[in-house]
């Protein structure tokens, strides 16, 4: 196994040197069992506990505007259509049509057929178009066709690729298996980001979530992303909170930050601003940026133009003023 | 031609061995009409602060043990002295100027009483502990875990059975003791250190000194490496002193009854309590 | 090849986002704070007899809140004369019947919780997110679990006839007013006890509200009996002929000093005193729930809590880590107005508390210990301190003997098990501990081990009615909460 990039030597309970971490299977393994636990008790009381922040006025403002910036627009449906895709795409581009001050969206998301269709859309917009791939979503497909169908999407025009893991062999122990499937998948990306969706619903357990945060992370993922939003339990913000972690910890050993994505089930404003706090308080400030943290979402944006319009005028925003695409 | 008896010499029970009083000084034990019977070591403060050592030493074993252990060495105390049965039933007679028959009838119930003890010792902490239903995703346990070392003063008037009433209820948790035996009827607790010195009892979790009450007391009562103070064989005197000195380091106190009860009837396992702690133990529940 | 040399991050520099909370301050006028109040005796509100009065302080403003009665000896015997009138009446109603009004006032409490919280906010500094979120709850369950055992006593252990004790003189601390009282309160009027209880002088205020719950619950007069004051009031309700019973949370200090007091007496006693816990981490906790253990430990409530985890003690081999964790974790508190409902520390009870927050922080550092704050803006009014962490203590150290309570850490190393019991028993103290490691059989090992009242197990500072709570060694006598809680109240015969 290689190391995608350089690391330095670090101290602490997450100790020890990250590239011998990789140099083999059985250090790898060594590695990601020797991570500190966590205590499912304690990182939901936790989360509990920063949900009773309570975000007023311009910080408000400030985290809506924040959030539509972080959305990953997606839809991911069997029933997707080029129109459907067209029409997200519009919505990305210009949130809410009554007021040009809403920003547009991080990217859209969809499935690799229907990239071609979001390229030509967003060209020259600045919004990422981003691919699922691999399989996705159980992922249970054989690796020469992860890997084409990542360079498929990329070649459709992706820039960046939510991968999904092998949790069949992550559940089983083989951690190796997992890490060379992220490492190829990186290298079939070629400039596009990564995105590594680690399913933590079927993970079901916080010391899982925080070893496939750091095998996805030592294999060389930009973003780890809690799930497809196909298996419940989606995002939740416990789950949020233990990546978070894991990418505070990783850029304190290596100086290199790394970006979390919440997916699925996250649909209101009051949530999405729960999620903020998280990210600022648990990863830091440096976080609160589209680069290093996204939601992918799709009925959350209605509901932040909503409340974002509250802030504004004062008054309670009706369904029928924001449009359904 | 009769034989001339060999005496025992009354000794102090420290840590396992019998010692003189370190103060040389030794006071007349005698039957209650005035005869007398033996001497007894005349136990000084330093008596005391060497038998409280002794019993600080002896805390980490004796509370470590098992609970099934320390029911298993009360009832051979049980046994052991089933079997000097006779002589208690004399020494009694002749200290507490009772008949051979009521004499025996204490030590009988005294014999009893250990047994009952080394039965809880594996019960008491059942029937006060106890798993607490939180309001949350925690386990939580309380047990009653013994207080460390205890000052006791056994009863004046029933020497063998009120002593036995008394160290009993305190050993049995795992505490250890430093009991000061009845003033003038001192023997039958002497005689029990004999017992106890071959009944797997560890050497210092019983040290039993004799003497004066209102010499050891004090220094027992201020120690402030002794947890709680047992006054229950000082009926019907005033403790306000000692209670106030036992307040410097908040120590447990039990108080004298008015007068001293009748030990025959059935103990109470409230008493073995009232020498525990109440630990509550939490952790979260998850995955 | 690791490069061990990096300086420069990966990573171009961002321009760091900022996000401030903005103010989210809880609304105040949900209390109606009336500029003076009596003493609650015998169901009413009463001027005092020989008392005089005293101001009670916001601890964020020094704003005047309130001028309160301070009870005489005269007041302390009319109220206990009238506890003791209502004892009469208070046993005779059936067990049942005292019970539900026991789950009258959890109910009322319950209703106005949030009043309640904000009022305990005002009067003792404490934020708003604690009082409502922790102490409040805590004290409607406290009602709520005690209501229910009023009508079975004889199942409860005691023996089956328990009788209750008589009037119980209470005497109770600043730092969790209303929780205490209701600590107090709830099992003495469960086991058919009435009452007379001392708040602590600089929080009187939700007591005398508690008064008006009474009302409301239409509760016997007399049966709750409030009589404010300070240390000489406490002194005429201990030293009063009429009590049968003084239950004390405060300091060891004063504690003794009961004890003395009811020194050949037959006054029963309950004491609930100070404490200097340790902490112990080892190299395999959960660590950021440990950091969170700790930070919740010690900083929970200013660090006003008598059962803080004073003393860290961390394995040494994860001793720096550890320690980076907890000061990047304190960087993120927010100390400011204990309304706003983002401030996590608030205001230090009182002027001569911070007096002595002081000058034990001051001792720290002459002693040679490494004192570590975050930056932290300290509002102009009131009364503050920084969270404070201090490195390289000794076990010798007053700050790591003396209970400071207030938000000061002491920081101390072990390297074996056996070292981490030794010196987190070496204290005159025993009222709690924590222990952190995910290795189970260490836990229960530990756990049998440390001589305190309460071991919490990778977890900290939590609190539960149904949980008995009480020292060992100078941290008192006694347990408050649960099965255990009902004992100082009731007479249970039998030769124990």
């Not at chain 1, 089930?265 to 976080?287: C, F, N, S």
Request: proline share 6%; net charge negative.
């Amino acid at each position: 196994m290689s190391l995608p990039t350089e690391h330095r030597a670090a101290t602490g309970p997450i100790a020890g040197d990250l590239a011998d971490a990789t140099s083999s299977e059985t250090a790898l393994r060594r590695f990601l069992l020797g991570l500190p636990g966590v205590d499912q008790v304690g990182v939901e009381e936790r989360a509990a506990d920063l949900a009773t922040r309570s975000i007023k006025k311009d910080s408000k403002l400030q985290a809506l505007d924040l959030a539509v910036r972080m959305t990953d627009l997606t839809t991911l449906e069997g029933q997707d259509t080029p129109g459907k895709v067209r029409a997200l795409c519009t919505k990305a581009r210009r949130p809410d049509p009554s007021d040009p001050d809403v920003p547009p969206v991080a990217a859209v998301c969809v499935y690799p057929d229907l990239v071609e269709v979001a390229a030509g859309e967003l060209e020259g917009t600045g919004i990422h178009v981003a691919s699922v791939a691999t399989g996705f979503p159980s992922g249970r497909t054989t690796l020469e066709v992860k890997v084409a169908d990542t360079e498929a999407a990329v070649a459709s025009g992706a820039d960046e690729v939510d991968m999904v893991i092998d949790r069949g062999a992550f559940l089983a122990g083989r951690y190796g298996q997992v890490f060379d499937e992220i490492v190829r998948v990186k290298d079939a990306c070629g400039s596009a980001h990564l995105k590594v969706i680690l399913e933590t619903g079927e993970l079901a357990t916080y010391d899982n979530v925080r070893r496939a945060s750091w095998l996805a992370l030592l294999a060389g993922a930009d973003f780890i992303k809690t799930s497809t939003g196909k298996v419940q339990p989606a995002s939740t913000r416990p789950v949020t909170l233990v990546m978070l972690e894991a990418v505070r910890d990783f850029h304190e050993i290596t100086g290199e930050r790394r970006g979390v994505k919440s997916a699925g089930g996250i649909r209101t404003a009051k949530d999405a601003i729960r999620y903020l706090v998280l990210v600022h308080e648990i990863a830091g400030p440096e976080w609160l940026t589209p680069d290093l943290y996204r939601f992918g979402a799709s009925s959350l944006l209605n509901d932040l133009l909503m409340q974002r319009s509250k802030q504004l005028t004062g008054r309670y925003a009706g369904r029928d003023y924001f449009t359904i695409d | 031609m009769s034989r001339l008896d060999v005496k025992k010499t009354y000794k102090l029970f420290i840590g396992g061995s019998f010692p003189r009083s370190e103060s040389g000084r030794s006071y007349e034990a005698t039957t209650p009409a005035g005869d007398f019977l033996a001497n007894a070591a005349l136990a000084s403060r330093k008596d005391a602060r060497d038998a409280v050592v002794a019993a600080r030493k002896a805390v980490p074993g004796w509370s470590g043990a098992t609970a099934y252990n320390r029911g298993q060495v009360l009832y051979r105390v049980a046994e052991m002295l089933e079997g000097r049965r006779d002589q208690f039933a004399a020494e009694v007679a002749a200290g507490e100027g009772v008949a051979e028959d009521a004499a025996s009838a204490q030590v009988d119930a005294a014999i009893d009483r250990w047994v009952w003890h080394a039965g809880w010792s594996d019960k008491f902490s059942q029937i006060d502990g106890a798993a607490n239903p939180i309001a949350g995703p925690y386990f939580n346990f309380s047990v009653p875990e013994p207080t460390g070392v205890v000052a006791a003063f056994a009863p004046q008037g029933s020497s063998l059975l009120g002593f036995v009433s008394v160290v009993a209820p305190i050993v049995v948790s795992g505490n250890t003791v430093v009991v000061v035996a009845s003033e003038e009827r001192p023997l039958p607790a002497m005689s029990l250190a004999e017992v106890l010195a071959t009944s797997d009892v560890p050497g210092g979790v019983v040290n039993i000194l004799t003497g004066s009450v209102d010499e050891l007391a004090p220094h027992l009562a201020a120690h402030m490496d002794v947890n709680a103070i047992d006054l229950t064989g000082l009926a019907g005197r005033d403790t306000t002193d000692l209670e106030r000195e036992a307040a410097e380091n908040v120590k447990r106190v039990v108080r004298p009854p008015a007068e001293e009860p009748s030990w025959e009837q059935v103990a109470d396992p409230r008493r073995i309590l009232r020498f525990t702690e109440t630990k509550t133990v939490w952790h979260p529940m998850g995955i | 090849m690791t490069d061990t040399t990096t300086t420069t991050e990966a990573v171009p520099d961002l321009v760091t986002p900022t996000w401030e909370y903005a103010p989210a301050p809880q609304a105040r006028d949900l209390v109606d704070i009336a500029s003076s109040y009596g003493l609650f005796i015998g169901g009413e509100f009463v001027d005092p007899i020989d008392g005089g009065s005293f101001k009670t302080v916001s601890p964020s403003s020094e704003e005047v809140l309130a001028e309160v009665a301070e009870a005489g000896s005269e007041d302390i015997d009319r109220a206990v004369g009238a506890a003791r009138k209502a004892h009469g009446t208070w046993t005779g109603l059936s067990p049942a019947e005292r019970g539900k009004y026991l789950y009258r006032l959890a109910r009322i409490i319950q209703e106005r919780a949030r009043e309640l919280a904000v009022l305990e906010t005002l009067d003792n500094g404490k934020p708003i997110k604690e009082t409502r979120d922790v102490d409040l709850p805590l004290v409607a369950a406290h009602f709520f679990y005690y209501a229910g055992w009023a009508d079975k006593l004889q199942w409860a252990g005691f023996g089956p006839d328990p009788q209750p004790v008589g009037v119980a003189g209470q005497i109770i601390p600043w730092n969790f007013p209303l929780l205490m009282l209701a600590w107090k309160i709830a099992p003495a009027l469960a086991c058919g006890n009435t009452v007379v209880l001392k708040p602590a002088e600089t929080t009187p205020l939700t007591a005398l509200a508690f008064a008006d719950v009474c009302r409301q619950a239409d509760l016997p007069p007399g049966v709750v009996n409030i009589v404010t004051g300070a240390g000489e009031t406490g002194r005429h309700l201990v030293e009063h002929d009429g009590i049968d019973k003084v239950a004390f949370t405060g300091s060891t200090e004063v504690g003794k000093e009961i004890q003395r007091t009811l020194a050949g007496t037959e006054k029963r006693l309950t004491l609930e005193l100070g404490g200097k816990a340790a902490n112990v981490i080892f190299e395999d906790a959960p660590i950021d729930q440990a950091v969170e253990g700790i930070v919740n430990g010690i900083f929970f409530n200013q660090g006003h809590v008598c059962c803080a985890g004073s003393r860290l003690l961390v394995q040494e081999s994860v001793h720096d880590a550890v320690v980076e964790r907890l000061k990047r974790r304190i960087g993120t508190l927010r100390l400011g107005d204990p309304l706003d409902k983002n401030t996590d520390i608030g205001a230090i009870n009182s002027s001569q508390q911070l007096s002595k927050i002081t000058e034990l922080v001051a001792s720290g550092r002459d002693e040679g210990a490494d004192a570590w704050q975050p930056a932290c803006d300290i509002p102009d009014k009131g009364w503050w301190f920084p969270p404070t962490v201090f490195t390289n203590v000794s076990q010798s150290s007053r700050i790591a003997r003396e209970e400071i309570f207030g938000p000061v850490l002491s920081v101390l190393t072990f390297r074996t098990p056996d070292e981490a019991i030794e010196k987190a028993n070496n204290t005159p103290y025993g009222l709690s501990a924590g222990v952190w490691t995910e290795k189970g059989s260490r836990i229960l090992w530990m756990a049998q081990r440390l001589r305190a009242g309460v071991v919490w197990a990778n977890t900290f500072n939590r609190f539960d009615p149904t949980s008995p709570f009480g020292g060992y060694k100078e941290s008192g006598f006694g347990r408050e909460g649960g099965r255990h809680g009902l004992e100082p109240y009731l007479r249970t015969g039998g030769q124990a």
